[in-house]
């Protein structure tokens, strides 16, 4: 139910554009969301997918480049 509750939370705040479904390929999947910033996707999907594609991390307290 928290799950659900997340999900119907995110769309009434940023209502869905679009969504691209799981992939075995891009081992992710992605949803388009309009925000007060823009657009903005959602992915969820393979932890080494998903990490690869951060700019940032948060580590340590404190947000940062991979690597550093």
């Known amino acids: ?3 659900t509750a997340k999900k119907a939370d995110i769309t009434e705040h940023y209502p ?3 969504e691209l479904p799981f992939d075995s390929e891009r081992k992710l999947m992605s949803t388009l969301h309009t925000t007060p910033h823009g657009i903005t996707a ?3 999907g393979a932890p080494e ?3 690869g594609l951060c700019k940032y991390i948060y ?3 404190s ?3 991979p690597g550093q």
């Open 16 to 18: 869905r554009i679009t």
């Open 42 to 44: 959602f992915i969820k």
């Open 59 to 61: 580590e340590g307290g």
């Open 49 to 51: 997918v998903v990490l």
């Open 1 to 3: 139910m928290l799950v």
């Open 63 to 65: 947000v940062q480049a």
